[in-house]
């Protein structure tokens, strides 16, 4: 018996991913659709047809196509994604000591990298392609 597509664990995932205002989604959000390797195969074909991006591990981020190059972009851009998926974890943060100075107009220049100080332990890494989400200080941060 053939299940039709609206009726599948693909769909429903999408019309979630759709209908979310969050731009990061966490794994635990789809575990409702079905077990853990219906929903990980799910979670491969909206990677595949380039509606999420994987940003770290049961860290997925919204994403469209671009226009010029045939790779997903992430919607809003990675350094949003990347504290939205530790404000969606729970994590305590707070920005670099380089961005509090720029913010402060201690500083003109402007901080590069995306760089977060952590109030709280985290052991995950938060990357996309070449962009990477860094610790200042002790990744296991107290």
Same mark, same amino acid.
């Given at each position: 018996?053939? #299940? $039709?597509? *609206?009726?599948?664990? @693909?769909? %429903?995932?999408?019309?979630?991913?759709?209908?979310? $205002?969050?731009? #990061?989604?966490?794994?635990?959000?789809?575990?409702?659709?079905?077990?853990?390797?219906?929903?990980?195969? $799910?979670?491969k &074909?909206? +990677? @595949? %047809? %380039?509606?999420? #991006? %994987?940003?770290?591990?049961?860290?997925?981020?919204?994403?469209?196509?671009? &226009?010029?190059?045939?790779?997903?972009? +992430?919607?809003?851009?990675?350094?949003? $994604?990347?504290?939205?998926?530790?404000?969606r974890m729970?994590?305590?943060? &707070?920005?670099g000591?380089? @961005?509090?100075?720029?913010?402060?107009?201690? !500083?003109?220049q402007?901080?590069?990298?995306? #760089?977060?100080?952590?109030?709280? *332990?985290? *052991?995950? &890494? +938060? !990357?996309?392609?070449?962009?990477?989400?860094?610790?200042?200080?002790?990744?296991?941060?107290?």
């Amino acid at each position: 018996m053939k #299940v $039709a597509y *609206r009726d599948s664990i @693909e769909y %429903k995932a999408l019309q979630l991913v759709e209908k979310s $205002a969050d731009r #990061v989604l966490l794994r635990k959000d789809f575990s409702h659709l079905g077990s853990y390797r219906q929903v990980s195969r $799910a979670l491969k &074909k909206l +990677i @595949e %047809k %380039k509606r999420l #991006v %994987k940003i770290g591990h049961g860290i997925y981020a919204k994403a469209y196509e671009s &226009k010029y190059l045939d790779v997903p972009l +992430i919607e809003g851009g990675f350094d949003i $994604a990347a504290r939205e998926a530790l404000n969606r974890m729970g994590v305590d943060w &707070k920005p670099g000591s380089a @961005e509090e100075a720029y913010n402060a107009r201690q !500083t003109q220049q402007v901080p590069v990298q995306n #760089v977060v100080r952590l109030k709280s *332990r985290l *052991r995950r &890494k +938060i !990357t996309y392609v070449n962009r990477q989400l860094y610790f200042e200080g002790n990744a296991n941060a107290r």
